[in-house]
Structure formats: structure tokens, C-alpha cells
């Protein structure tokens, strides 16, 4: 089985550079082009499990850390919840992530204004409001990864699998 675990950990490694790199991918949002990563957090955080259960190998592909709290929302999206000031994501939060971007802040006319504390919450207040009524959309960019790279391995692990299984078999018949 040894083997087929260095398959399986070269296959997940892989999984988790191609979803970094998806992450890093831009994209175009509104007829802009933009780049999904503001500090970095997620796509250094971004990393797997590989368990061995009863000779059944599990690959969980996870997220250490504070990213927890919003790789799920970056990777299915959020929907909406038209009307209910309840299900909006949390202000503060966003503050920070205008803080980190950083967001250059319009006023009703569209001029560019200055970042102050309060502008900045009117525009996280303003952008969670959004997100409550519209909704955001995924980029699964774990789910992409997955499907992108398991083309180039899923011979070989089905091949190291099937081994393993016989070499089971063969040690059960002695």
C-alpha cells in the first residue's frame, strides 16, 4: 500500500497547487478584469488529509486556519436572501477585506473619495447588504482542480489500487 500512498499524496499535492492556482486566476467580474486574492490567506491555507481506513483511502481537501470561515463561500458562492437583513454576512469582515484590497471608495456621483473609517463601513455595509439580496457566485476552484487533474492520474491510481488489492489477496491465501 505504500505505493499507492505516494500516489495518492503526489495526486492531492497536485490538487491543492492547481486550486492555488485557480485562485490566483483573473477573472472578469462586470467587464473588469480582477484578481480574487486580497491577502493571500486561502490560498496559503489550502491543504489535505489523506486517511487510510480499513484499507480505504480518503483524500479530504480542507482549509487550516481562520480561512475556514469563508473558503466555502469562495468556493460555491452564497445564496441570495432577498429581504432579510439577518442573513447578510457580517460587516466587519468586509471592512477588513477593503482594507486589505485595497478598494479605491466612489461617492454617489462616482467621484473617487477618500478611505476614511466611515466610508469604509458605509461601503462594507453597503457590500454585505449586496451579498444578502444577490447572492455571490462560487469559483470552485477545488472542484476545477479535482476535475482538471484527475484525467492524468486516475490510471495510474487505479492500476496502483487494483496492485495493492491483489497483493491483499495473495498474503490472505497463504
Do not use: H
Not at 480582477?34 to 482549509?63: C, E, H, M, Q, W
Amino acid at each position: 500500500m505504500d505505493e499507492y500512498e505516494a500516489l495518492l499524496n503526489e495526486y492531492a499535492a497536485t490538487v491543492v497547487e492547481r486550486a492555488q492556482s485557480n485562485l490566483r486566476i483573473k477573472r472578469r467580474v462586470r467587464g473588469k478584469v480582477v484578481n480574487r486574492v486580497a491577502s493571500g490567506t486561502l490560498l496559503n491555507s489550502l491543504t489535505y488529509k489523506l486517511r487510510i481506513r480499513y484499507n480505504k483511502p480518503t483524500i479530504d481537501f480542507t482549509v487550516k486556519g481562520d480561512a475556514g470561515k469563508y473558503a466555502d463561500v469562495i468556493e460555491y458562492g452564497r445564496k441570495p436572501y432577498p429581504g432579510d437583513p439577518t442573513k447578510r454576512p457580517p460587516y466587519k469582515d468586509i471592512m477588513q477585506w477593503i482594507k486589505i484590497k485595497p478598494l479605491k471608495l466612489r461617492n454617489r456621483q462616482g467621484e473617487f473619495i477618500k478611505s476614511t473609517e466611515s466610508a469604509i463601513k458605509s461601503a462594507a455595509i453597503a457590500i454585505a447588504k449586496s451579498i444578502g439580496e444577490n447572492g455571490i457566485q462560487g469559483i470552485n476552484y477545488y472542484q476545477d482542480a479535482i476535475n482538471d487533474t484527475w484525467e492524468d492520474y486516475s490510471e495510474q491510481l487505479i492500476q496502483a489500487y487494483a496492485k495493492g488489492v491483489e497483493q491483499r489477496f495473495l498474503l490472505n491465501l497463504r
